[in-house]
């Protein structure tokens, strides 16, 4: 597909060495962390600034060559799978912090910056940047923009989309635009800043990013709230919100989760506990202190079995360890683990869960829950194995199940993971056939060719 | 235009009490707040529920009838003229709270509700909806939506996008499509939310809302900060910002503003003070006072003339009436009043401010300035006569100098009115021409009969 003229051409814009065509580069680009989707790219490409993205987009298009735009490929969606061959786009040669704004409160950064740089760059000015997804340590900004990747801050300070306020992208075209900016308001026509924010690189490419920071909260203050079952640990997080407090930290492992991680990291959890809230919150110190308080009495008071508060940072350490361990826990079980992110309004958690519960039954499945109570994105994790195809189809109808039955509370099929390959069947049971088809007329509106991410969100039917 | 035919189909969806074509309701809808932009509708309309507005949709896309939805028409930028004709779309009767949710934080509003309505509401229930634009006794939350109205809290609070969660939308071609919910987290395809927000009604009909409210500060304390000149003033604003403390209110008045306001209002103002701030904080008691404390010593020690902390809600409600005056007492000096809100990075304002004025001067113009300073969203206000011909172009040379000179500081042409009619021609100085192509193509994608609010955002020729 890649013509040695093609090829000769890229070279001439990236140089040979960021030209990565081995077996071994199209195997190592081939699948994400998404289990069961794998397909080869034709060939790496590892553009080293905007003009180099921006004439390979060119020659793409005229060509009708797939690119697929990467970051550390940790995402669980399969949004990152060269489904259709083509150029994988890598950002290593693009990954500079370019500038911290400490006037302005922004950073300006490129699309290959790891996620925990951006964190700890914004903390040594006395700043934060809160979207911190689970793959925080690795993944990269970029690709948290093309997902609009959420985290366990969600319900106190937003996800991703919330702090991008400007956007460098090389349209399919290979025009490069600049939304948006270091600014607190902006109304200059449409929202093309928060378009490409979660369009998972089916628009464009995102070649920079201007990051709203905010100041670093004060203090910080953990606890960890044991409950007999799950309708009660859900009636505290509703007594929480009722009493107008936010915490930072909402975090929820129901009594399989609860096993699982006790018997991988051994921190001391009551195996009989039928579900965990792990809470935090941040601030001002007297505001911590008071909400933290506020927070254990709320719980005792809804019939919490023990409320553990940590004293030391250390202590704080090994409480949200519980939550931290919960995927590799889980991952161990099994051959293959499937972490789906069904998302409710936070009001019917213990519902979903429930039902959750009783599809895994009757599809004869081992699914734990966990995740973000205070946003309602819960991860049911089915402990599997890809190989037994019997049960892989069972796995596939109790998801379907779990989808409509979130969306029948009003919830979506997805809270931050995205579509990507994966959930596209289920895409129009949130949408509906006329939000689909909006979406399918503005992607190609911007993409007539469709050239960028091809195979991803939409069906091959719906790609027309 | 409207053909006898086509008003019967309108008389028998919405009956003929809610089909206004007197020559008096032609004449009271063919204009909003901005001045100098005028044109007759052929028939205005006030749907009952959102089914009406579909069948009314695809009457008006069937027969190429262009529809202006139009909240209060309070706007600025001429987004609710309807200038190529056709239909206006009122919402008098779909103006219901439909629900409060205190589980989830919510509010489901219709588009006709009185934004001032809401912000009560939420209050008597604990909660906060933060967006207050400075016409919120009078706009209609479908309008703020529809230009992601912004108003004195966006620095700390954002502005109406930031607020809206869920949308329901008609699309141009008739179909009804719900976005989003009452979720903290959806990632399931594009983010028609943020793109239905801020379009001005060009991409399709806004026929509900799902509002995210948040819990109420506890207190509040205001303060007014007296400077001998501008730069001090962005001085202290930088200084403010650098100590980390993010008020809820950090609005600004230059010297031209001031000395109209003390005129008109007589509240004590030193008519030789360069700048004045008014700032407020909000939050936990102890926090805004301990901020409050910070600041006012922040503002001294940049060199501020004087620091007026209120001591009782009365005192805070007259050292705001010197900001919530400007409008008033500049509106009341000349025939026209054309408030502008071209908007540069925070760190920018006090130069912003300079060039403003040296264009004042340049053209022989009476221009005041004062806004969000907090968010570098200024409203260079001209003082004018729209019948003096000669000085209205000079006005509007002066003001296409001020866009080009915020955007070049890094600014944009609008932080929170919208383009319009009026600033269309000045989009592209923004986006590029490629970001404007790119709006274009997904207008067009979705409304290929032009028929939403024909006349706005692009000009003639890019609208094809």
Same mark, same amino acid.
């Given at each position: 597909?890649?013509?040695?003229?093609?090829?000769?051409?890229?070279? =001439?814009?990236?140089?040979?060495?960021?030209?990565?065509?081995?077996?071994?580069?199209?195997?190592?680009?081939?699948?994400?962390?998404?289990?069961?989707?794998?397909?080869?790219?034709?060939?790496?490409?590892?553009?080293?600034?905007?003009?180099?993205?921006?004439?390979?987009?060119?020659?793409?298009? %005229?060509?009708?060559?797939?690119?697929? @735009?990467?970051?550390?490929?940790?995402?669980?969606?399969?949004?990152?799978?060269?489904?259709?061959?083509?150029?994988? #786009? *890598?950002?290593?040669?693009?990954?500079?912090?370019?500038?911290?704004?400490?006037?302005?409160?922004?950073?300006?950064? $490129?699309?290959?910056?790891?996620?925990?740089?951006?964190?700890?760059?914004?903390?040594?000015?006395?700043?934060?940047?809160?979207?911190?997804?689970?793959?925080? !340590?690795?993944?990269?900004?970029?690709?948290?923009?093309?997902?609009?990747?959420?985290?366990?801050?969600?319900?106190?300070?937003?996800?991703?989309?919330?702090?991008?306020?400007?956007? $460098?992208?090389?349209?399919?075209?290979?025009?490069?635009?600049?939304?948006?900016? &270091?600014? =607190?308001?902006?109304?200059?026509?449409?929202?093309?800043?928060?378009?490409?924010?979660?369009?998972?690189?089916?628009?464009?490419?995102?070649?920079?990013?201007? +990051?709203?920071?905010?100041?670093?909260?004060?203090?910080? &203050?953990?606890? #960890?709230? #044991?409950?007999?079952?799950?309708?009660?640990?859900?009636?505290?997080?509703?007594?929480?919100?009722?009493?107008?407090?936010?915490?930072?930290?909402?975090?929820? +492992?129901?009594?399989?989760?609860?096993?699982?991680?006790?018997?991988?990291?051994?921190?001391?959890? @009551?195996?009989?506990?039928?579900?965990?809230?792990?809470?935090?919150?941040?601030?001002?110190?007297?505001?911590?202190?008071?909400?933290?308080?506020?927070?254990?009495?709320?719980?005792?008071?809804?019939? =919490?079995?023990?409320?553990?508060?940590?004293?030391?940072?250390?202590? %704080?350490?090994?409480?949200?360890?519980?939550?931290?361990?919960? *995927?590799?826990? #889980?991952?161990?079980? &099994?051959?293959?683990?499937?972490?789906?992110?069904?998302?409710?309004?936070?009001?019917?958690?213990?519902?979903?869960?429930?039902?959750?519960?009783?599809?895994?039954?009757?599809?004869?499945?081992?699914?734990?829950?966990?995740?973000?109570?205070?946003?309602?994105?819960?991860?049911?994790?089915?402990?599997?194995?890809?190989?037994?195809?019997?049960?892989?189809?069972?796995?596939?109808?109790?998801?379907?199940?779990?989808?409509?039955?979130?969306?029948?509370?009003?919830?979506?099929?997805?809270?931050?993971?995205?579509?990507?390959?994966?959930?596209?069947?289920? *895409?129009?049971?949130?949408?509906?056939? =006329?939000?689909?088809?909006?979406?399918?007329?503005?992607?190609? %509106?911007?993409?007539? !060719?469709?050239?960028?991410?091809?195979?991803?969100?939409?069906? %091959? &039917?719906? $790609?027309?």
């Amino acid at each position: 597909m890649i013509s040695s003229k093609i090829r000769k051409q890229f070279v =001439a814009i990236v140089g040979e060495e960021n030209v990565l065509d081995s077996e071994s580069s199209l195997l190592n680009y081939s699948y994400d962390a998404t289990p069961g989707f794998q397909a080869r790219p034709h060939c790496v490409l590892a553009p080293r600034n905007v003009f180099e993205v921006s004439e390979i987009v060119k020659i793409c298009n %005229a060509n009708r060559i797939p690119i697929v @735009p990467r970051g550390s490929g940790t995402n669980l969606s399969a949004s990152t799978t060269p489904s259709k061959g083509g150029v994988v #786009l *890598l950002f290593k040669n693009m990954n500079e912090i370019i500038e911290i704004d400490e006037a302005n409160l922004t950073m300006t950064v $490129q699309p290959g910056v790891i996620t925990q740089r951006i964190i700890e760059a914004a903390e040594a000015k006395g700043l934060f940047y809160p979207p911190d997804p689970g793959s925080v !340590n690795i993944s990269q900004i970029g690709g948290n923009i093309s997902t609009n990747a959420g985290g366990l801050h969600g319900l106190k300070y937003g996800v991703t989309r919330d702090y991008v306020i400007g956007l $460098q992208v090389v349209l399919p075209n290979g025009e490069i635009i600049e939304t948006g900016g &270091k600014l =607190a308001k902006d109304v200059a026509g449409y929202d093309l800043t928060r378009l490409f924010v979660g369009a998972e690189g089916t628009l464009g490419v995102i070649t920079g990013a201007v +990051l709203k920071l905010i100041p670093k909260p004060e203090a910080t &203050k953990t606890m #960890l709230v #044991l409950f007999e079952d799950l309708e009660t640990s859900a009636k505290a997080v509703s007594a929480i919100i009722e009493n107008r407090i936010i915490p930072a930290t909402l975090e929820f +492992l129901d009594q399989a989760t609860v096993r699982v991680v006790e018997d991988f990291a051994q921190i001391g959890l @009551p195996t009989d506990a039928g579900a965990v809230l792990l809470i935090e919150q941040d601030g001002p110190k007297e505001i911590v202190d008071r909400d933290t308080e506020r927070m254990a009495k709320i719980c005792m008071e809804t019939g =919490a079995m023990d409320v553990q508060v940590a004293q030391t940072p250390e202590e %704080a350490y090994e409480l949200t360890s519980a939550r931290r361990t919960a *995927l590799s826990a #889980l991952s161990r079980m &099994k051959p293959t683990t499937i972490l789906e992110d069904a998302t409710v309004p936070r009001s019917k958690i213990a519902e979903m869960v429930g039902i959750i519960n009783e599809i895994a039954k009757k599809y004869e499945l081992t699914v734990c829950t966990f995740g973000h109570a205070g946003d309602g994105n819960l991860h049911p994790t089915c402990l599997t194995d890809a190989r037994d195809t019997e049960e892989m189809e069972r796995v596939d109808a109790a998801f379907k199940e779990i989808f409509e039955e979130a969306v029948r509370l009003g919830g979506t099929i997805t809270g931050e993971h995205g579509v990507g390959e994966m959930k596209l069947p289920y *895409l129009s049971l949130k949408a509906g056939e =006329a939000g689909v088809e909006a979406m399918r007329n503005i992607k190609f %509106a911007l993409d007539p !060719n469709a050239i960028m991410n091809p195979g991803k969100m939409f069906t %091959a &039917k719906q $790609q027309r």
